[in-house]
């Protein structure tokens, strides 16, 4: 039963390319473990804020948060914290839109050099994982959590 779970679990990472390998840091393996048992789940009043703010409590303290300030894709890692910003062109289920408010999340994995999934909650939509494709890099802000 073990070896199905692993192969299962392997074939997803891989799939996804997500990978909680050594290139990942620990405190943000944390992260992922974190908002990974929320999925589902309705946080506090449901809104992206209280997500973050509850993952942020869980964590505890003694990491510092740095600001990405070189959008390459391939420095943003499973597990860093991202703002997108208000009237940031984003495609977002299909269309493409400006977003209406200020939204926060954490970065899942990346589907491609400029798709993420982030795991999120906003209103009416309860912790998920869902597809966020970013056409202005300068429009986001990406955090991110070292020990």
């Known amino acids: 039963m073990k070896k ?24 943000n393996k944390r992260v992922l473990r974190i908002c990974d048992s929320l999925m589902g789940k309705k946080i506090d009043n ?3 804020d209280e997500f973050a703010y509850y993952v942020a409590l869980r964590l505890g303290g003694g990491y510092a948060v740095r600001l ?9 890692l499973p597990g860093d914290y991202i703002i997108i910003k ?3 062109p984003i495609i977002y289920r299909g269309k493409e839109i400006k977003s209406a408010f200020v939204h926060v999340a954490f970065i899942h994995h990346r589907v491609n050099s400029n798709t993420f999934a982030l795991i ?3 209103e009416g939509i309860n912790v998920c994982i869902e597809n966020f494709q ?4 300068n429009k986001i802000n990406i955090f991110q959590l070292r020990e």
Not at 4 to 11: A, N, S
Not at 68 to 76: A, M
Request: with cysteine; net charge neutral.
């Open 4 to 27: 199905i779970v692993i192969i299962l679990l392997f074939t997803f990472c891989w799939v996804c390319g997500y990978s909680l390998g050594d290139s990942i840091p620990e405190l």
């Open 46 to 48: 449901g809104d992206c």
């Open 68 to 76: 990405n300030k070189k959008y390459v894709p391939e420095r943003i």
């Open 86 to 88: 208000k009237r940031a």
């Open 120 to 122: 999120h909650q906003m």
């Open 134 to 137: 970013f056409i202005d890099f």
